[in-house]
């Protein structure tokens, strides 16, 4: 199985950018699916994660209000709209997929990752 994200770019400070990421490779049973991202000289820090099934959401405090994680089922993908984006929202974002059981908010309890999306906020 692999994970494939795009919809990165550059933007201004207040701009939208809606990431997805899309499941390739033999089908396999999903219980949730997530966005994390990382900072130049920081650790992997979660975003958002959504129940693949359940539709269950949860968020990190620090997009809570700007991002919307989401997922189209039938074409086994998630989506992460972002608006009211901040220069601290600057990372590459990566998304990851989970068979059972786990965390939503570790990165740990999460088997398959992409390859992440630059996302750059300018001020």
């Known amino acids: 199985v692999q994970l494939q994200a795009s919809g990165g770019g550059l933007v201004q400070a207040g701009g939208s950018l809606r990431l997805s990421c899309g499941g390739t490779?033999?089908?396999?049973?999903?219980?949730?699916m997530a966005w994390f991202r990382q900072a130049p000289g920081q650790e992997r820090e979660f975003v958002s994660a959504?129940?693949?099934?359940?539709?269950?959401?949860v968020d990190a405090e620090s997009v809570k209000g700007r991002f919307t994680i989401s997922r189209d089922k039938p074409r086994r993908t998630v989506f992460l709209q972002m608006n009211n984006l901040k220069p601290e929202d600057t990372a590459v974002y990566f998304c990851?997929?989970?068979?059972?059981?786990?965390?939503?908010?570790?990165?740990?309890?999460?088997?398959?990752w992409g390859q992440g999306t630059q996302v750059t906020v300018s001020s």
């Open positions: 959504i129940g693949w099934n359940s539709g269950n959401v």
């Open positions: 990851a997929a989970a068979r059972a059981g786990g965390s939503f908010r570790l990165s740990g309890d999460y088997e398959y």
């Open positions: 490779g033999r089908t396999l049973v999903i219980d949730r």
